[in-house]
């Protein structure tokens, strides 16, 4: 077992809101692409709508069009075989059919194995990002960093 695990985070604008005609396909595989990743090799955990408290966290609710995923990973090595090696791939691609250019974010970062990260650290590793780019504490798959060395005693 390794001492760190991968986080992800993703935020994107639909074209229109769940249920319009223009993102029907795609609101049709969320299930499909969630109980893909839930069986994936590596997988470890992932966000669900159920789980969300926006008002708890003092976060006003966003509008119908913004959609986020969370999830955390064995490894970079098994969500990039999820990302770009399974059916999910077929979903990336048609991406522009889906969502606005230009409004949509993803940032990795590294958590302790076991640990879950809340729907405020996403946010906060998605602002790292945005002011300071790349980094150890939030990447992108273009531009990963290695897992952080644990001090043993």
Sequence with gaps: MTDFHVAQMNVAKLRAPEGDPLV??????????????????GFVWRLKEEDVDLAALGIQPAPPEMIATMSVWESLEALRGYVYHSTHLDYLRRRREWFVPGESAMVLWWVEAGRIPTLR?????????????????????????????????
């Design 121 to 153: 650290d996403g946010l906060q590793r998605l602002a790292l990002l945005g002011a300071e780019g790349p980094g150890p504490r939030a990447f992108t798959f273009r531009q990963p960093f290695p897992a952080p060395e644990l001090s043993r005693p």
């Design 24 to 41: 029907a396909e795609f609101t049709a595989g969320v299930d499909l692409m969630n109980e893909l990743a839930d069986r994936s090799p």
